[in-house]
């Protein structure tokens, strides 16, 4: 395709792809990005100097410049839209076709959508997946496995609501350029989705719902509610028809959650503890800040820690406060077709997570596996019964001050050999799949995302910069991780069998070795990993 409207499509046109790259969707894409995109780059700059403030030495805190917003008793955001008043459990998952239809099926009350840490942004995915969503809007969508079980929506009153997880604003899309410079990912995963999927999903009596990735700022928070005016306006969509969840998953964030939803207040859905994305950014904000900020190794840091308590009961005291709602955590397990004993032990921990959860207040928390479904949705049942939610569930008896936030030397746990192995072993099989087009990744009985790789990394990366010596063995080094490295590719090879591609594991190994053992820190391993796909 030439450039349309000043855009140029770089990707293959795929099958029925011109559905979704209209001239008009890809006119609002290009308005968007000429409009808001040196916001988006001001507002990039803006992470890079905060970083750098903390790399200083200086510690976050609650912003004086918008305390009057935080002590403002008196603003609420917007009633709960249609659809999503009852959110007690939601499901997370990738636009695929099957994946699509389980996720609608699952008995699940919301469907994450997910364009992001759950999908790779390969061409074929961002544009199957929109065709996709559409499809099921539509109830044009079905699909049978290579071993001939097919799949069907059930009637659309048993269906889960879609919300859809764009890109977050670190991203761009490589393939859309709009007067020669690449298109923010974000941007377009809302701008033609929201073009071709609005309507319908008004016509559904919802609207088109967002959950909101990665975001450090109340101010960046304010460009996508900026956004949302503009494309409302565009399509003749009343203002206020857009809702979206933001998700607290980056710890400059939570500092600021009134201001969040202050921004976003008549199109606000609430917020979400995103835990796992959380505990990446805890690391790489602090990565160079010494001991004080360094994290027991991954599996041993639990909802329970100090610093995590701290966020999430500060998250269901301000959504509340507000009228809105407080999502919970992700539960990752995915049940053993073989072993029994595996999901006893696990159904006892998704349990005890999400009973915390709705005892501490929060309105619903996700899965990521339809088996999840019962358990989620019942101990929410038991909390709620017939209400929709419990933001009526006040906590005045929380007092959250910044230094409960920061308290990472309080985490219990420890650094072993064992865990630098997990980071690898999971890593290594995370990334050849992301590098394979899946983003969602069935690791150990867990579904993994980008986050697991993140964390990995970056726990490796502040263990070689702070000269940590494992609990039961050697000080991390280069040759250390190397060699791990180089063994547990033979453990997953041994595994795996014929699954085993080795094109794509030694592209994970070169990228895992990049992220994890250069001087330079990338912020984000999906910027590089981007760059190596087509």
Same mark, same amino acid.
């Not at 780059?41 to 917003?69: S, Y």
């Not at 999927?197 to 996508?224: D, T, V």
């Not at 199109?267 to 004080?292: P, V």
């Not at 010596?469 to 060699?483: R, Y």
């Given at each position: 395709m030439g450039a349309t409207h000043g855009v140029e499509i770089t990707?293959?046109?795929?099958?029925?792809?011109?559905?979704?790259?209209?001239?008009?969707?890809?006119?609002?894409?290009?308005?968007?990005?000429?409009?808001? &995109?040196?916001?988006?780059?001001?507002?990039?700059?803006?992470?890079?100097?905060?970083?750098?403030?903390?790399?200083?030495?200086?510690?976050?805190?609650?912003? %004086?410049?918008?305390?009057?917003?935080?002590?403002?008793?008196?603003?609420?955001?917007? %009633?709960?839209?249609?659809?999503?008043?009852?959110?007690?459990?939601?499901?997370t998952g990738p636009t695929d076709r099957k994946m699509t239809i389980n996720a609608l099926n699952s008995g699940a009350k919301v469907w994450l959508a997910d364009l992001e840490d759950a999908n790779t942004p390969l061409w074929e995915n961002m544009i199957q997946g929109q065709l996709n969503l559409r499809d099921a809007l539509d109830r044009e969508i079905d699909f049978t496995s290579p071993q001939g079980k097919t799949y069907a929506l059930k009637e659309d009153a048993e269906l889960a609501t879609i919300v859809v997880r764009p890109r977050g604003w670190h991203l761009d899309e490589k393939h859309i350029l709009v007067d020669g410079q690449r298109a923010s990912g974000g941007i377009v995963d809302f701008a033609l989705y929201f073009f071709h999927s609005a309507q319908r999903q008004i016509a559904k009596g919802k609207g088109p719902y967002f959950y909101l990735p990665k975001m450090q700022s109340h101010l960046e928070a304010r460009l996508w509610n900026d956004i949302f005016v503009l494309a409302q306006e565009r399509l003749?969509?009343?203002?206020?028809?857009?809702?979206?969840?933001?998700?607290?998953?980056?710890?400059?964030?939570?500092?600021?959650?009134?201001?969040?939803?202050?921004?976003?207040?008549?199109?606000?859905?609430?917020?979400?503890?995103?835990r796992w994305d959380y505990l990446f950014s805890i690391i790489k904000t602090h990565r160079t800040r010494g001991r004080r900020f360094l994290l027991p190794e991954r599996n041993a840091v639990t909802m329970t820690a100090p610093m995590m308590r701290a966020y999430t009961e500060l998250l269901v005291k301000t959504c509340h406060k507000r009228g809105a709602h407080a999502i919970g955590g992700?539960?990752?397990?995915?049940?053993?077709?073989?072993?029994?004993?595996?999901?006893?032990? +696990?159904?006892?921990?998704?349990?005890?997570?999400?009973?915390?959860?709705?005892?501490?207040?929060?309105?619903?928390?996700?899965?990521?596996?339809?088996?999840?479904?019962?358990?989620?949705?019942?101990?929410?049942?038991?909390?709620?019964?017939?209400?929709?939610?419990?933001?009526?569930?006040?906590? %005045?008896?929380v007092e959250v001050t910044a230094a409960d936030l920061l308290a990472v030397d309080q985490t219990p746990g420890g650094v072993t050999k064992a865990g630098l192995r997990a980071n690898i072993n999971v890593a290594l099989q995370y990334l050849?799949?992301?590098?394979?087009?899946?983003? +969602?990744?069935?690791?150990?009985?867990?579904?993994?995302?980008?986050?697991?790789? &993140?964390?990995?990394?970056?726990?490796?990366?502040?263990?070689?910069?702070?000269?940590?010596?494992?609990?039961?063995? %050697?000080?991390?080094?280069?040759?250390?991780?190397?060699?791990?490295?180089?063994?547990?590719?033979?453990?997953?090879? &041994?595994?795996?069998?014929?699954?085993?591609?080795?094109?794509?594991?030694?592209? +994970?190994?070169?990228?895992?070795?990049?992220?994890?053992?250069?001087?330079?820190?990338?912020?984000?391993?999906?910027?590089?990993?981007?760059?190596?796909?087509?």
């Amino acid at each position: 395709m030439g450039a349309t409207h000043g855009v140029e499509i770089t990707g293959p046109l795929n099958d029925r792809f011109d559905e979704i790259l209209t001239d008009d969707a890809l006119a609002l894409v290009a308005e968007l990005h000429r409009t808001f &995109e040196s916001r988006r780059q001001d507002l990039l700059a803006a992470r890079k100097t905060l970083e750098a403030r903390v790399a200083a030495g200086e510690d976050l805190d609650f912003l %004086p410049e918008t305390k009057h917003i935080r002590e403002d008793d008196s603003w609420k955001v917007a %009633p709960a839209a249609p659809g999503i008043a009852d959110r007690r459990v939601e499901i997370t998952g990738p636009t695929d076709r099957k994946m699509t239809i389980n996720a609608l099926n699952s008995g699940a009350k919301v469907w994450l959508a997910d364009l992001e840490d759950a999908n790779t942004p390969l061409w074929e995915n961002m544009i199957q997946g929109q065709l996709n969503l559409r499809d099921a809007l539509d109830r044009e969508i079905d699909f049978t496995s290579p071993q001939g079980k097919t799949y069907a929506l059930k009637e659309d009153a048993e269906l889960a609501t879609i919300v859809v997880r764009p890109r977050g604003w670190h991203l761009d899309e490589k393939h859309i350029l709009v007067d020669g410079q690449r298109a923010s990912g974000g941007i377009v995963d809302f701008a033609l989705y929201f073009f071709h999927s609005a309507q319908r999903q008004i016509a559904k009596g919802k609207g088109p719902y967002f959950y909101l990735p990665k975001m450090q700022s109340h101010l960046e928070a304010r460009l996508w509610n900026d956004i949302f005016v503009l494309a409302q306006e565009r399509l003749g969509i009343p203002r206020g028809t857009i809702r979206a969840t933001c998700l607290i998953e980056t710890i400059p964030a939570a500092f600021e959650m009134d201001e969040i939803l202050y921004e976003l207040r008549e199109h606000s859905a609430g917020l979400n503890a995103g835990r796992w994305d959380y505990l990446f950014s805890i690391i790489k904000t602090h990565r160079t800040r010494g001991r004080r900020f360094l994290l027991p190794e991954r599996n041993a840091v639990t909802m329970t820690a100090p610093m995590m308590r701290a966020y999430t009961e500060l998250l269901v005291k301000t959504c509340h406060k507000r009228g809105a709602h407080a999502i919970g955590g992700m539960a990752a397990f995915i049940p053993s077709r073989k072993d029994e004993e595996v999901n006893k032990n +696990a159904f006892a921990k998704v349990r005890d997570d999400k009973s915390r959860e709705s005892g501490d207040g929060f309105d619903g928390s996700w899965v990521a596996h339809p088996d999840l479904v019962p358990i989620c949705r019942e101990i929410f049942d038991d909390v709620l019964g017939d209400k929709p939610n419990q933001i009526d569930k006040q906590r %005045p008896d929380v007092e959250v001050t910044a230094a409960d936030l920061l308290a990472v030397d309080q985490t219990p746990g420890g650094v072993t050999k064992a865990g630098l192995r997990a980071n690898i072993n999971v890593a290594l099989q995370y990334l050849a799949a992301w590098m394979g087009g899946n983003g +969602a990744v069935a690791i150990h009985n867990l579904m993994e995302d980008a986050a697991t790789a &993140e964390i990995s990394r970056s726990q490796i990366w502040q263990w070689l910069h702070n000269d940590v010596t494992l609990d039961d063995g %050697p000080k991390v080094t280069a040759e250390l991780v190397k060699q791990i490295i180089a063994e547990e590719l033979v453990t997953i090879r &041994e595994s795996l069998g014929a699954g085993y591609d080795d094109g794509l594991f030694e592209q +994970a190994k070169e990228l895992f070795t990049e992220v994890a053992l250069d001087d330079e820190y990338v912020d984000f391993l999906t910027l590089p990993a981007y760059e190596r796909m087509p």
